[in-house]
T-cell receptor
Framework: RKEVEQDPGPFNVPEGATVAFNCTYS??????FFWYRQDCRKEPKLLMS???SGNEDGRFTAQLNRASQYISLLIRDSKLSDSATYLC????????????FGKGTHLIIQP | DGGITQSPKYLFRKEGQNVTLSCEQNLNHDAMYWYRQDPGQGLRLIYY???????QKGDIAEGYSVSREKKESFPLTVTSAQKNPTAFYLC???????????FGSGTRLTVV
């Protein structure tokens, strides 16, 4: 069974700090990786795809480490509005069946 | 604005009843998906459809049924055979990228 593991948290972080969390995956043949953000009782929203070379979008940086089979998300200069659950999503091929969602990491930014 | 609309937002079902959750998109996406989310759990795939008049079972299809008669619409029926239907149901669509989904705002189904 495909596995995607995340530390559920919560991560309590002061506003303005930098926070990072990882997601490990078990299938070495995994092809594509994504981070989604989910606010309480809302739908997930795509935050960013994760590319092999790493990618940055404003304060957010995503990285992929294929050798150790994990992806990471780093948030710089955290804002109160960053408080949410961050879902790691891994695609291992074979159509929609091959997409696995992690259980999420809960982040709380404190004033 | 393009998007996905799910209705109703909240739904209460008596035991033994079938209920249908609506999902409509105007993004012109070919693929549509239904997921279920339980507290503290990852999303689990119920059914998906890559094209009109075709759909496939996901990991937890038992007790559910779908149809895809129109590109824009992918309703999900929760039948009485689903023994534990209380959950948050999410519909999603995508153009051509597996994983880059747009989700609807979800339907919370509760059995009373």
């Amino acid at each position: 069974r495909k596995e995607v593991e995340q530390d559920p948290g919560p991560f309590n972080v002061p506003e303005g700090a930098t926070v990072a969390f990882n997601c490990t995956y078990s299938n070495s043949a995994s092809q594509s990786f994504f981070w989604y953000r989910q606010d309480c009782r809302k739908e997930p929203k795509l935050l960013m795809s994760v590319y092999s070379s790493g990618n940055e979008d404003g304060r957010f940086t995503a990285q992929l480490n294929r050798a150790s089979q994990y992806i990471s998300l780093l948030i710089r200069d955290s804002k109160l509005s960053d408080s949410a659950t961050y879902l790691c999503v891994v695609y291992s091929g074979g159509g929609a069946d091959g997409l696995t969602f992690g259980k999420g990491t809960h982040l709380i930014i404190q004033p | 604005d393009g998007g996905i609309t799910q209705s109703p937002k909240y739904l209460f079902r008596k035991e033994g009843q079938n209920v249908t959750l609506s999902c409509e998109q105007n993004l012109n996406h070919d693929a549509m998906y239904w997921y279920r989310q339980d507290p503290g759990q990852g999303l689990r795939l119920i059914y998906y459809s890559q094209i009109v008049n075709d759909f496939q079972k996901g990991d937890i299809a038992e007790g559910y049924s779908v149809s895809r008669e129109k590109k824009e619409s992918f309703p999900l029926t929760v039948t009485s055979a689903q023994k534990n239907p209380t959950a948050f149901y999410l519909c999603a669509s995508s153009a051509d990228t597996i994983g880059g989904y747009t989700f609807g705002s979800g339907t919370r189904l509760t059995v009373v």
